[in-house]
């Protein structure tokens, strides 16, 4: 036996065929039975994909037609009320998507993974029923192919953790009504097979847990492991340490505990506990999140000091979390640089890497095969040559963070900004936008084109040029004081930075699922960041050239750049975002220079990337705040600098914000009023504000009369000095004949307010 296991397996499909097909199906373009064909046929490749590569605990359940915490809802039969009178066909995505009779269910965060699943709603007075029907059938299907699965579910303590309570209380309260559906779904298992393994994943416990959530564990899988001798538990947890919950789930009778030491170094605390206890450990060794390829060698060592804890035999070996995370497979990355490609891994190249690291760990090296052989001396060569390429390391960028001298920019901010009105002079209650403008089919196309080299430079130049004259004459009729570019020429506000920054890599199809059909291709920092040359100091010079007001500048921030990028995992990050912080404080004086007096530096994923953990957000916000304010260090006194962050929710960070010390930071708060305002009036923040007074997330055209209502109610707590007024996020999503009249609405509404004051 290899005794190795893999978490979980992505199922968008390696050429997005589940995405492909669901859109199909939700634009009624094809039938559900569809839908069903290349669901499982994604499960037999899936399942054959782990199979051939020799992965002994391989899932079923871990598929979903949209997400696991909803498949987990349905099971419960925790059903909102408003889609209670559906069939079963419309329901499932009704809940998901909504329809146009009801709304559909939240959506958030997977703990700190791009990843976002529904939010189940519950409330005291709902009647859970189970329904096991698509675990049963899954476990079935992968049989009937002789492939014998591990069942994995979402455990109950998370399940709940993560739901909401429609009526007042909390979702721990419903505990009891929900665990006898757990034990009714455990003995329907039992009778799949003899000796059934269930993975019960309860990442709830990565996070700091309260006693009285703590206090659950014991009843919860005492009563379920007690379920069937047929069935053997896995409880696992991931992208931290959850030493707590293992403490008391080792007087559990749960056959094994499965911790990620990855990203929960502090795991290893616990494994002589775990030895006590008896219990097997499926140690997660391999990065289910992100796409280097794995330094066998390297860890080979680790699970050898594992093993110094805990008998070999006890050790399972696997991925440190579900390999939804990562992407599917190098098979279809075509363009890319070989040497490059050669230092990467998706999920099925994770897939060989686990099952030799079981060989490597469990056999002796001579008694390999020869093809595991030379794929482990391929691993340490390409492992070698990744450490000395090259192309990882710029000896002048490491000088340069090496011996930064000036962290910060000149001037405190009262200095600041008096010097900033005296020469910017805009009014009070001043209007700008965020900076996109809406992406029109022609903006897109020019930009494909361009790509594809289908288009010269001249003539994709001209059509940019075209869109941004087009942008800043709507700006001047429509009144806006502090106008944009409108950013035709990005793609994505982090993508376009890093197509131009050296040391960064593109794939062409390293798609990792976000939600539902969705899917995001984060580009990787493989080597040191440097800028070869200006990124966006000749468009914005172009837009500024067609008119006398003033042009804002716009980059995207060195925190959001990092959370939206796989990160090399052989520098630290603190050193590869300073050596991004550089190359934007390098931009912003070039922008300077060019005549730009304010710049924009967006932050949009500032609050996404806080850890799991309270004890580590300190080192977080100082390492955010930190690179902030280098990057902007190059603005000189006079140069006012933005921020924007698409949050409303500022009560537990503002301090963290005050200290980034931007001149204006503009927020998210249009659907929350002047409520979430208030923590900047309550701690006296003294920077000027910009709370979108719009949501730019719906079609709606808002009125004159109510912006006017929203400005007085953001007067109620901030002074008109200390307030700008904008919408609440950048516009590219929406359409030029929903942007051009509710920005109009917005400036008369300024003037209305104005005239009162
Ligand atoms: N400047 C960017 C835009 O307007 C900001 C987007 C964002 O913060 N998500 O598109
Ligand atoms: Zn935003």
Redesign the pocket.
């Given at each position: 036996m290899s005794k190795n296991y893999v978490v979980g397996f992505p199922r968008i499909g390696e050429q997005r065929e589940l995405k492909k097909v669901l859109e199909l199906f939700w634009a009624k373009q094809c039938s559900f039975t569809e839908v069903e064909k290349v669901a499982s046929s994604l499960k037999v490749r899936h399942w054959n994909y782990q199979k051939e590569a020799g992965i002994e605990y391989i899932s079923s359940n871990d598929f979903s037609l949209y997400d696991n915490m909803l498949d987990t809802a349905v099971m419960l039969g925790a059903i909102p009320k408003r889609f209670e009178t559906l069939n079963d066909e419309e329901l499932y995505f009704s809940m998901a998507r909504g329809n146009k009779d009801a709304v559909a269910m939240e959506m958030t965060k997977w703990f700190n993974t791009n990843y976002h699943y529904i939010v189940p709603e519950l409330s005291l007075s709902d009647n859970y029923q189970l329904n096991a029907a698509k675990i049963l059938s899954e476990y079935k299907e992968a049989k009937a192919l002789g492939i014998k699965t591990k069942i994995n579910l979402i455990g109950p303590i998370t399940f709940l953790g993560l739901s909401k309570r429609v009526d007042r209380g909390e979702s721990y309260e419903l505990f009891f009504k929900i665990l006898p559906i757990y034990e009714a779904l455990l003995a329907k298992i039992a009778k799949l097979d003899e000796k059934i393994t269930v993975q019960i994943d309860e990442p709830i416990f990565v996070q700091d847990v309260e006693p009285k959530v703590l206090s659950l564990i014991k009843p919860c899988y005492d009563t379920l492991a007690k379920v069937s001798d047929n069935i053997k538990i896995v409880v696992t947890s991931y992208f931290e340490h959850s030493n707590e919950a293992t403490k008391v789930l080792v007087h559990t009778p749960i056959w094994a505990i499965g911790l990620d030491f990855l990203y929960g170094e502090k795991n290893f605390e616990s494994l002589e506990l775990i030895e006590k206890s008896g219990k097997k450990l499926v140690a997660g060794v391999v990065d289910g999140r992100n796409i280097w390829k794995n330094d066998l060698k390297q860890t080979a060592g680790f699970l050898e000091k594992i093993a110094s804890k805990i008998d070999k035999e006890h050790i399972i070996i696997s991925s440190s979390c579900s390999l939804l995370h990562s992407p599917f497979t190098l098979r279809y990355e075509e363009k890319m640089d070989e040497e490059i490609q050669n230092w990467l891994s998706y999920a099925v190249e994770k897939l060989s890497e686990i099952s030799l690291l079981s060989k490597l760990f469990f056999d002796e090296f001579d008694s390999l095969r020869d093809e595991d052989k030379k794929a482990y001396e391929e691993n340490l060569s390409a492992n070698f040559e990744r450490k000395n390429s090259k192309r990882i390391h710029n000896p002048k960028v490491q000088t340069r963070v090496q011996n930064i001298s000036k962290f910060q920019r000149d001037g405190v901010y009262e200095e600041r900004i008096k010097i900033q009105k005296e020469i910017l002079a805009y009014e009070d209650l001043a209007t700008t936008?965020?900076?996109?403008f809406p992406q029109t089919p022609e903006v897109r196309k020019a930009r494909a084109a361009y790509k594809k080299s289908e288009i010269s430079k001249d003539v994709y130049d001209q059509e940019m040029k075209a869109y941004i004259d087009d942008c800043v004459r709507f700006q001047e009729e429509c009144g806006i004081e502090i106008l944009v570019h409108g950013?035709p020429e990005r793609n994505d506000?982090v993508e376009y930075f890093g197509e131009q920054l050296d040391g960064y890599g593109f794939s062409q199809n390293g798609w990792v699922q976000s939600y539902g059909s969705r899917c995001v291709k984060p580009p990787f920092i493989y080597g040191d960041i440097s800028r070869p040359k200006a990124m966006t100091v000749d468009w914005i010079s172009y837009a500024q050239s067609k008119t006398q007001k003033i042009m804002k500048g716009?980059l995207t921030g060195p925190v959001t750049i990092l959370n939206w990028s796989f990160v090399r995992d052989d520098k630290s990050r603190e050193e590869v975002t300073k050596q991004i912080a550089i190359a934007l404080s390098d931009e912003i004086d070039d922008l300077q220079n060019a005549g730009i007096k304010i710049i924009?530096v967006?932050e949009?994923a500032f609050k996404e990337g806080y850890p799991l953990r309270v004890e580590n957000i300190a080192l977080y916000e100082k390492w955010a705040v930190e690179n902030f304010r280098l990057s902007v260090s190059t603005a000189r006194k006079e140069t006012q600098i933005h921020t924007?962050?698409?949050y409303s929710e500022f009560n537990d960070i503002i301090k963290t914000i005050e200290a980034m010390d931007a001149d204006v930071i503009s927020i998210e708060t249009a659907r929350s009023g002047n409520e979430l305002l208030k923590i900047f009036k309550e701690v006296g923040y003294k920077q000027e504000v910009g709370p979108g007074i719009y949501d730019i997330h719906s079609p709606r055209i808002p009125s004159v009369e109510e912006m006017v209502e929203q400005i007085r109610h953001l007067l109620e707590v901030l002074p008109k000095e200390q307030l700008w007024i904008n919408p609440d996020?950048?516009?590219?999503t929406r359409k030029w004949d929903e942007v051009k009249p509710s920005l109009e609405n917005m400036v008369k509404a300024v003037e209305i307010v104005r005239g009162d004051l």
């Open positions: 936008t965020i900076g996109s950013e506000m716009m924009q967006d949009a924007h962050m698409c996020c950048g516009l590219k």
